[in-house]
């Protein structure tokens, strides 16, 4: 069975710096998604990033990007020029590939909860 | 405008009695997902149906059950035979493979008193 683990379980980061948020997960298949949730104080899970496992390039959105590393089973988060708005939970989440499994089950980590220090 | 809608937002219930949470969808998604949040415990999925009238147990089924009768629909009932059910609950939808992105509702806040 697939898990996704996230060792920190808090991290704070002063405004306007960089922050990476860790993220591993352990799957015997080749083919899946892994993604980067936000949850802030409202509770609303907001997908920051995305990223396709047969794509070896990193995927980006403006100021978050991942350092995924297939081999190393490892897919963490980095933000950059960190505000006050990015204080949230964040979980990282692994789904298989569709193929008309039924097991089609979505794994979330436990999350890490990030303050910004202003 | 197209999302997921969840209701009630806060439910109260006393012990031994069932309750049942909505769960609404208009973004004609086909599988559609029970999730358990506690404080540091992340997401645990309860439920999840691919298709209408299917639905598989996730890993914290015991206490709960579901229904698909349509594909808007998936309700979830809260059993007295689940032992912790004070919890926050989410439901998500998703269209199977393309992408597999996951859209939440806002939640419900369960409470046994």
């Known amino acids: 069975a697939q898990t996704v683990t996230q060792s920190q379980p808090e991290m704070s980061v002063q405004e306007a710096e960089t922050v990476t948020l860790s993220c591993t997960y352990d799957?015997?298949?080749?083919?899946?998604?892994l993604f980067w949730y936000k949850q802030p104080p409202s509770r609303q899970m907001i997908l920051v990033i995305r990223?396709?496992?047969?794509?070896?390039q990193n995927a980006t959105e403006n100021r978050f990007s991942v350092n995924f590393q297939k081999a190393a089973k490892s897919f963490s988060l980095k933000i950059s020029d960190s505000q006050l708005g990015d204080a949230a939970m964040y979980f990282c989440?692994?789904?298989?590939?569709?193929?008309?499994?039924?097991?089609?089950?979505?794994?979330f980590g436990k999350g890490t909860r990030l303050h910004i220090l202003p | 405008d197209g999302g997921i809608t969840q209701s009630p937002k806060y439910l109260f219930r006393k012990e031994g009695q069932n309750v049942t949470l909505s769960c609404e969808q208009n973004?004609?998604?086909?599988?559609m997902y029970w999730y358990r949040q506690d404080p540091g415990q992340g997401l645990r999925l309860i439920y999840y149906?691919?298709?209408?009238?299917?639905?598989q147990k996730g890993d914290i089924a015991e206490g709960y059950s579901v229904s698909r009768e349509k594909k808007e629909s998936f309700p979830l009932t809260v059993t007295s035979a689940q032992k912790n059910p004070t919890a926050f609950y989410l439901c998500?939808?998703?269209?199977?493979?393309?992408?597999?992105?996951?859209?939440f509702g806002e939640g419900s806040r369960l409470t046994v008193l």
């Open positions: 998500a939808s998703s269209l199977p493979g393309a992408h597999g992105e996951l859209f």
């Open positions: 973004l004609n998604h086909d599988a």
């Open positions: 799957t015997s298949e080749s083919d899946y998604y």
């Open positions: 149906s691919q298709i209408v009238n299917d639905f």
């Open positions: 989440a692994y789904r298989s590939e569709w193929g008309g499994n039924r097991d089609d089950k979505i794994i």
């Open positions: 990223q396709e496992a047969y794509k070896q």
